[in-house]
């Protein structure tokens, strides 16, 4: 019995022994444990000192490593974002957005009642309905030292995202004042949110700055969220802890608030703004991190921002482009918070925010390499769990799109693959069909579930041939713009059902870079994009063309206005009118009486009538016959 219980009695004692080493070996573990490893579970480490700083930024200048700022131009469903300013019986388009519920900051903006737009450095608010009596109603930033550059809206408040350069903004801060200050980045991105619930009375309640040049921004119900790319340059005299400042009040995020991604040296930071208009005496929330976010794109849960890092390690391959990475950072957004989840590194770089999308709790996302184009799919950690590489190899990819279980990517070298690709299953998506046509879609946009719009560039294949006749290089000139309905019924076989021609080679609209200018409605047959067409005198051109390449006669040598189109799966793309801002004795104009004032941003609804913008005035047309009904100068 004795023998019994110490045989118990020793087995008790090992297993107590076994417990103690698991956990001492789990705390010395931990305690040795690397930033790389701790970014792993979601806790990013701070910089906690100047030191470390400094010693995070020379890790960075002494490398060929980069980082680039700022926004890769940028395509995305219609979204009714603040549908619920005006009465429910108010038909009106609002900002074409990514995102169903997270609405985008843009130069122009309607309620249904009002048009707020940004014109000549100002902000003016317009009462135009009823049309045929539209008057200004206020101007703002007459007496800024700001220029407005973007704003949102919903039912009290507007919201107003400008860049400044301000030389005052250290005004209180001595450190700053020393001789380096001609070297600092001084960019400032100024926030304003005025109370516009009395168009008579409209007072600005809050007034925001924070380091760096604005990004991009979004809102989620009552959540603004603004975020700017601050350069740093390492001078170790120098204070260069960001800062922000409240209603004039200097704040300094203090190092051991400056988070840091390890692995990924940069010498900027990316500050994150919160502003809660449910309590706008509240003070608002900034983070910082050193890092310089490229694209962002954001859930109504999440927010995702990639930075890029060159590889300098490796060879540098076709087409003189750079092997790159991208480091994909997941941050959660709820109750007015961001708060770091975890990371991916991802080989290749995104193209805009359409890259990148959420569904059923994984993110998917596209990224360019010449020689390995490819599709991800991440789970809620980010880690992989299904992928797609060299997809059209040697091709870059222009657009992609997300829409629930289906992606669409277009590559382009000198031809225009359409890739559907199956995303159902996120352990194995899979490309379902091709279709190769002349031409590219830089932008692409929903029509359907089985159809899908495209908007790029048409596209003519050159061939050049030594003296022999061989072929030596195979090459392509644009001939236009140009917009397609790609029918995708048959996943294995996508079709160009309709397509049609805008203008010749010179012929431009912001379309192919923002796709916020597009009006789209598929209730109302309606498509209408702001387009410059600009048709240059043929014998100029042909001196300038090899033998193969035509353009074909100009019809007048330059229109700029809204191209208004009926859509529909009967006819396609049918020209309803058009509308210019240009006088009718100037709306066929030579180059150089170009006046950019009269360019038409943008172009709403509001029940039956389409409201055209530009810096100059608002012109508002019959929806139906396109008859003009009012006029309106902004001045």
């Known amino acids: 019995m004795k023998k019994r219980l110490s045989i118990i009695m020793t087995s008790f004692i090992f297993i107590v022994l076994v417990i103690i080493v698991f956990y001492v070996m789990q705390l ?13 579970i979601g806790q990013l480490p701070t910089v906690n000192s100047k030191e470390k700083l400094v010693s995070l930024l020379n890790k960075y200048s002494s490398g060929y490593n980069s980082q680039y700022g700022g926004v890769l131009t940028t395509v995305p469903e219609a979204g009714m974002s603040q549908k619920d300013v005006a009465s429910e019986s108010m038909d009106y388009s609002t900002t074409n957005i990514q995102v169903q519920g997270v609405d985008e900051a843009d130069l122009v903006k309607t309620d249904g009642k009002y048009i707020y737009s940004i014109s000549q450095n100002n ?26 550059s973007e704003m949102m809206i919903d039912n009290n408040y507007l919201t107003v995202v400008c860049n400044s350069n301000s030389n005052n903004y250290y005004n209180n801060y001595d450190s700053m004042k020393s001789i380096m200050m001609p070297y600092y980045n001084l960019n400032i991105t100024t926030i304003f949110v005025y109370d516009i619930s009395d168009k008579n009375n409209i007072v600005k309640v809050k007034s925001v700055e924070i380091d760096g040049s604005y990004l991009t921004s979004r809102k989620i119900d009552n959540s603004v969220y603004v975020i700017t790319n601050k350069y740093v340059y390492n ?48 003070d608002i929330k900034v983070t910082s991190y050193l890092s310089s976010a490229q694209n962002v794109y954001m859930s109504l849960n999440n927010l995702y921002i990639t930075a890029v890092t060159e590889n300098h390690n490796q060879t540098f391959l076709i087409d003189n482009d750079y092997t790159n990475s991208t480091s994909i950072y997941k941050f959660s957004v709820k109750n007015n918070t961001t708060e770091f989840i975890a990371k991916s590194e991802l080989k290749g ?53 997300f829409i629930k279980d289906r992606a669409y990517v277009v590559t382009f070298k000198t031809m225009d693959p359409l890739f559907v690709i199956d995303v159902k299953d ?58 397609a309905i790609f029918d995708v019924t048959d996943v294995n076989n996508p079709k160009e059902q309709f397509s049609t021609k805008i203008g010749n080679k010179s012929t431009y609209s912001d379309i192919l870079y923002n796709h916020k200018a597009l009006l789209f409605s598929k209730d109302k047959n309606l498509l209408a994009l702001p387009v410059d067409i600009y048709n240059e005198d043929v014998s100029i051109q ?41 006088e009718e004795n100037t709306s066929k104009y030579p180059y150089y009486s170009y006046d950019y004032l009269n360019n038409i941003k943008r172009g709403l609804f509001i029940n039956n009538t389409l409201y055209t913008v530009s810096e100059n005035k608002i012109k508002a047309n019959d929806l139906n016959t396109l008859k003009e009904i009012n006029s309106l100068y902004l001045k």
């Open 28 to 40: 010395v573990y931990n305690i040795n444990k690397t930033d790389e490893e701790k970014i792993n």
């Open 123 to 148: 902000l003016i608010i317009t009462d135009v309905n009823p049309a045929a009596s539209m008057n200004i109603t206020t101007t703002l930033f007459k007496d800024e030292k700001v220029t407005p």
């Open 235 to 282: 001078n170790e005299s120098e204070d260069i802890r960001p800062m922000y400042k409240i209603d004039g009040t200097q704040k300094i995020i203090d190092y051991d608030q400056i988070f840091y991604f390890p692995g990924t040296e940069c010498n900027a930071y990316t500050m994150i703004g919160i502003i809660d208009l449910s309590n706008i005496s509240n």
């Open 349 to 401: 770089t995104t193209l805009n925010q359409f890259s990148m999308d959420e569904y059923n709790g994984f993110f998917r996302v596209t990224l360019n390499n010449n020689t390995d184009n490819s599709l991800y799919i991440l789970d809620n950690n980010m880690d992989i769990v299904g992928k797609i590489t060299g997809i059209a190899k040697g091709e870059k990819i222009y657009s992609t799109r």
């Open 426 to 483: 996120p352990t194995n998506p899979t490309i379902l069909g091709e279709l190769k046509i002349p031409g590219y879609s830089s932008y692409l946009h929903e029509y359907d579930e089985n159809h899908i719009i495209g908007i790029g560039q048409d596209t003519t294949e050159i061939n050049d041939k030594d003296e022999m006749g061989n072929i030596i290089n195979t090459r392509y000139v644009t001939n236009g713009m140009k917009m």
């Open 542 to 582: 042909t001196s300038m063309l090899r033998s193969e390449e035509t353009i074909a006669p100009s019809t007048s040598n330059r229109f700029q206005g809204l191209l208004v189109y009926n859509i529909d799966l009967e006819n396609g793309f049918t020209e309803k009118g058009r509308i210019t801002h240009y």
